[in-house]
């Protein structure tokens, strides 16, 4: 089953112009290692990794175009780090229409290069993402393109595109379909605050549906080169804080402008939740752990709520029998360079036949 079996959630689309290529229904595994030695004995992993094109970000994009096409739109325009670009990118291929990203001037060459597999037209824009003037700028421009006949903006992020993003909050409706016992804190990673105001907004349709009695604490991670959020949450702030300049060298999460912060804030307050910031070098450190503890692959964005997890285990802010989860939100397939930095951790020596006898 796909994610458009929560359509009683989601915006109306008819059934004729729902697209799945596979979406949703995603695993979720327990912890064998990483969580009992932190004293996580319920740790648990929701792989979006296993998504079509391998991040969460494939929600966004199913509803998204799925809009699209039922009101007769032809042409998505939107920008990306890397991985809501590949989502948009597929399922407009899957829907036959066009598709144009640009991209910060940081993405990840896999990243870029898997959105044109899907036939997309990319444009890297030098300082976008960097100089704040140029940001601004580029952003104008493309609401300027995205407000063309027959075309749509699609930004994975409420204040720019909330008919899209409500899709994400089907990782919500999963969760509580597939735990057998109440889950009690779920850890997301942070950027511009999106995936945790969609799971948020999630978990709340449950309650409000009397499908759950109350909502679990949203935990929201954040590299500590950029804290938008994390802090004005745990300091009481009414709104989140835009920063000059990220230095968070994590993909994905270097946004240093608010976008959903300020509605994340007041929404994980509502759960009771609570801000937690890691470095990068904790954040890598967890991304080796994840593959050579419990054999999942992700990048370094999808280690960062793991990373955030066992920290709050230690500091003792986790009962032992509290039921947890952790969001692994992109393939490690994604970023080349931190698989290429774990993989020359062990050693590949090229060896003749002869010599391969001798290995017992």
């Given at each position: ?113 898997q959105m044109r597999i899907y ?53 919500s409706y999963e969760l509580n ?184």
């Amino acid at each position: 089953m796909s994610l458009w079996r929560w359509s009683e959630f989601l915006p109306e689309v008819p059934s004729a112009y729902r697209l799945d290529i596979g979406t949703g229904q995603t695993p979720l595994i327990r912890s064998l290692r990483i969580g009992p030695s932190a004293g996580l004995p319920n740790l648990w992993f929701k792989l979006e990794t296993a998504n079509p094109t391998g991040s969460y970000k494939d929600r966004f994009g199913a509803v998204a175009i799925s809009h699209m096409i039922a009101h007769g739109r032809n042409r998505c325009v939107g920008t990306s780090s890397g991985n809501s670009g590949a989502a948009l990118a597929a399922h407009c291929a899957a829907a036959g229409i066009r598709c144009e990203i640009a991209t910060i001037i940081t993405a990840p060459a896999n990243k870029v290069d898997q959105m044109r597999i899907y036939g997309a037209r990319v444009f890297k824009v030098d300082e976008f993402g960097l100089d704040p003037e140029v940001t601004r700028d580029t952003f104008e421009h493309l609401k300027q393109m995205g407000s063309a006949p027959g075309a749509a903006l699609q930004i994975s992020a409420y204040c720019y595109s909330p008919t899209g993003m409500e899709g994400v909050k089907t990782i919500s409706y999963e969760l509580n379909a597939q735990m057998s016992a109440p889950c009690h804190h779920v850890f997301v990673p942070a950027g511009g605050g999106g995936l945790a105001l969609a799971v948020t907004r999630g978990f709340e349709d449950l309650v409000a549906a009397g499908t759950i009695g109350t909502m679990p604490r949203m935990r929201i991670i954040q590299p500590a080169g950029n804290d938008t959020i994390a802090t004005p949450l745990n300091e009481g702030a009414a709104e989140a804080r835009s920063i000059a300049q990220s230095t968070s060298r994590i993909s994905g999460l270097q946004c240093p402008s608010v976008l959903d912060g300020h509605d994340l804030i007041h929404a994980a307050r509502r759960s009771s939740g609570s801000g937690h910031l890691v470095s990068n070098e904790a954040v890598w450190e967890m991304q080796q752990r994840l593959a050579f503890e419990e054999g999942v692959f992700c990048e370094p964005a999808g280690a960062v709520a793991t990373a955030g997890a066992v920290l709050a285990g230690r500091e003792g802010r986790i009962a032992k029998d509290e039921n947890v989860v952790c969001l692994v939100t992109g393939s490690g397939f994604k970023d080349e360079p931190s698989a290429r930095r774990i993989a020359e951790r062990t050693e590949c020596p090229t060896l003749t036949y002869e010599q391969l006898r001798r290995v017992h």
